[in-house]
């Protein structure tokens, strides 16, 4: 299984953009990268996931670099809400199986 | 964006006991995941499900785990002999549209005394 790194822990504050870093340099032409998500007491939500352009949908952006081994998970705008661990995900294209998690980023969003 | 459920959502049992967690996806699935996580660790894979049939697993699901689809719907994992150390959140998911991302339900909390 494909490795990424993360930062155990990132802080930021609300209303303020969120840029959650991932490091993958081992990643294979064929894995997407994929972004979940963990609030607390709950179970991992799905937040975006995209191959090679960045990505945009109603929750966060994808950027991902040229070659590939790295991205990063935008947040635009930061709530209370947004408090969860992140995890960066490399995955096999479709019929894949297990998603493999990491130890993600805790994110705290300070008032 | 399939909503799952899961049942209980607390369960207390003695070590030793079997016990058997349900997932109830509300759209049809022909895959299905179970994943736990022990209490201030990651999340780690058990079975992955397929058209039932088991179509991958970890080291973690040994003969005490066993991974059912009975009645067509809902889905079960049935842990025969608990021990203390099967403690943890256990969580089902179903795939999304072309089978691209995976929707996790609520999750069910097991404590083995």
């Known amino acids: 299984d494909a490795k990424t790194t993360q930062p155990n822990s990132m802080e930021s504050n609300e209303e303020e953009p969120v840029h959650l870093p991932c490091n993958h340099s081992t990643i294979s032409g064929t894995d997407y990268i994929h972004w979940y998500r963990q609030l607390p007491s709950q179970g991992p939500e799905y937040v975006i996931h995209?191959?090679?352009s960045n990505v945009n949908n109603r929750m966060a952006s994808l950027a991902i670099a040229e070659d590939r081994k790295s991205s990063t998970l935008i947040l635009h705008r930061a709530t209370l809400r947004d408090a969860a661990v992140y995890y960066c995900?490399?995955?096999?294209?479709?019929?894949?199986?297990?998603?493999?998690f990491g130890q993600g980023t805790r994110l705290t969003i300070n008032p | 964006e399939p909503e799952v459920t899961q049942t209980p959502s607390h369960q207390v049992t003695q070590m030793g006991q079997e016990v058997i967690l349900r997932c109830v996806p509300i759209?049809?699935?022909?895959?299905f995941y179970w994943y736990r996580q022990i209490l201030g660790q990651k999340v780690e894979f058990l079975v992955s499900f397929y058209n039932n049939e088991i179509s991958e697993k970890s080291e973690i699901f040994d003969d005490q785990f066993s991974v059912e689809r009975p009645d067509g719907s809902n889905f079960t994992l049935k842990i025969r002999s608990t021990k203390l150390e099967d403690s943890a959140m256990y969580f089902c998911a179903v795939p999304g549209d072309w089978q691209e991302t995976q929707y996790f339900g609520p999750g069910t909390r097991l404590l083995v005394l």
């Open positions: 995900i490399l995955r096999p294209p479709p019929p894949a199986q297990k998603l493999v």
């Open positions: 759209s049809n699935h022909l895959y």
């Open positions: 995209g191959l090679t």
